[in-house]
């Protein structure tokens, strides 16, 4: 069910609606694993969980992939905007292979868009001196999501 949730959030955004079809595919293809590893730790941080718990109760004790991303967003306190804005940067990022130029195009500006957000927000709520080096951390821990993934 996680993949149909996912599907309707990822066909909720404008930009996605711009692209075409193959673009879709390749997009998808690509995030879906990601969304699940950041979604999944995401909810089984907020549930004082180092093991990755599912909604319905259910866990898992070998996916050793999402432990490390517990962990991290244990340590940094990763809070409700992060985590909604890290999910949008994963989903509109440029750097996949089979992307059409037109869709990199789209999605490079998309995606500094929100990075450019969630720049604003970690200012807005860590302040001058801690906001860039807050900003550091989440993007490593984007960075961290997706070579799991690739790994």
Not at 64 to 93: P, Q, S, W
Not at 114 to 120: E, F, I, P, W
Request: charged share 15%.
């Amino acid at each position: 069910m996680d993949s149909v949730y996912q599907m309707a959030w990822i066909s909720s955004f404008d930009f996605f609606k711009f692209l075409d079809r193959t673009d879709q595919i390749v997009i998808v293809k690509t995030v879906t694993l990601q969304l699940m590893i950041l979604t999944n730790s995401f909810f089984s941080y907020c549930n004082n969980s180092s093991t990755c718990i599912f909604p319905d109760g259910s866990y898992f004790v070998w996916l050793d992939t999402m432990f490390d991303v517990i962990r991290n967003c244990n340590e940094i306190h990763l809070d409700r905007g992060e985590y909604a804005l890290l999910k949008i940067l994963l989903l509109c990022n440029p750097n996949w292979d089979k992307l059409s130029r037109s869709a990199f195009q789209l999605l490079s500006s998309t995606q500094q868009n929100y990075t450019n957000l969630l720049m604003d927000y970690c200012m807005r709520n860590h302040g001058a001196s801690e906001g860039p080096a807050r900003m550091a951390t989440l993007l490593q821990l984007k960075n961290t999501i997706i070579h799991k993934v690739f790994k």
